[in-house]
């Protein structure tokens, strides 16, 4: 037992470390949307080219990793019910990617795999390596080791080994010293971040966050276990394979065991959602369980990829897998947890002083809920229009479906700015 | 709903403010919630203690619902020293939750 107050032992993490992730990912969402838009016809050629590859790590490192590196500094206390180590690392983390994803990405639009690539690289690992520092101390000072902070903490480690052989491929690139050609390598290089990464991490927090907002009484530790270890050894299986050169037929074996992972994992929060206590489920968690379903979209994709390898029309399907993983599966958890998360952290910056001296406004007045759900309807339209103009090489398809998802970001922008720069209106306090 | 309490008369009156402070993500106020564990008046003092938990520890709206107890309580006693204690012994769970606020989450 002890006081609260300023010097409680259980003080939250700074706003002031996490809201710059949520602003920065969201503007690195609208500008992959511009680009797609400006760029559509990179959709119908091979997957490797420069407009592609921008797009894909804006949308990797600067929408997703950005929000996820975010609201981690302040989940992953809730996770491990210990602190936050150091605030100083955190920010470094921010400027370090801050600066680096641009780099990166203009260098991949250029395609100027020189001295701007390499900087930006650099940065991205430095930025990486102050998170896993972070993490890895927090977790070292805190008491409780539970399943959900073993996932985000391995999938930390993952994003390390993503961001190191990125670092790797792009010097490989303008020095060749690794003696093999980097484009081999963009598959290794994706897997390990989208399973290693953005499958674990998403799955540890999600298994936490999704029953505590329903209030669930279903626990099943065993299960995130097991999950836990079919993605890593769908994961590891995956390396040997790809280094050892093996029949692509024999990549089914990682695929099942990841696709078992997403099954299970699917039925975990359905059960979850089955006891929970708290029956009125708002939009924000509706969302994010939608992506929990279509996390299997890419699975099914891949598994159609394997089958149709000696085809040429694969070549789209690999487009249309990237696709449902990054304007899907991720988009969608994070266009419903920002509103689960940013409008409670902002509140708690405007109103725990005032708290309690009178009526405050509730974080979802923070704001303005039909544009998300108008945002929820625009979105799935667009996926689903642009995921044709892939499959169909429709250019016209491509090019509506990205001005549904231009809107989208605009729409989400519009909600997250509106919170970020929300006031407390002090004289209705005065006055009472 | 069972918190312990050294003063029946005045835990009323101290309770029926914390029923003002709302957890802003349940929507659910914190007495209901099942948060507030114990109140003690302290004879030789001006002190009344509040000892309550939060659903997580480092609850991201922690801060928030402690400031709100700790203003909720001064309200009808202006005089006394209000502190908050906090504990998860034991943690909380949702068998804590009162009747009215499980019907309020049901409906």
Redesign the interface.
Known sequence: MFLAGNNSPIKNTSYKVVLPFYGYAALSFLIATILMLINTSAFTAHYFNPHTLAITHTMALGWGTMIILGASHQLFPVMIEGKLHSNILAYLSFIFAAFGIPLLVFAFYEFNMGLVAKAGSILINLAVISYVLNLSLSIYHSKSRNVHAVFAFTSVLWLFTTTFLGLLLVWNFSSNFLSINSINFLSLHAHLGIIGWFLLMIFGVGSRLIPMFLISKYENKKRLWLIYALINTGLISFIIMFFLSVKVELYFMPTLLIGVSVLLFGNHIYRSYAKRIRKKVDEQVKISMLSVALTMVPVIVLIAIIILFANVNSLQLVMLYGFTIFFGWITTIILGMTFKTLPFIVWNRVYSSIAGLGKTPNPKELFDNKIFIVNGVVYLFGFIIFGLGIVRTNVLFLNIGAVFLLITAVLYNFNVFKILFHKAKLNEYKNK | MNIKTNNPDKNEIAIAALY??MD????LNIVDLGLVYETDFKEDSDDIIV?MT???????????????????VQQPFPDNNI?????F?PPWD?SM?SEAG?LF???
Do not use: K, W
């Open positions: 003002h402070v802003p993500e349940i929507d000892i939060l659903t997580t520890r480092f609850c991201p709206m922690g801060e928030s619902i402690v400031e709100a107890a700790t203003q909720a502190q908050i204690m906090l504990t012994q949702q939750i499980n989450l049901s409906s």
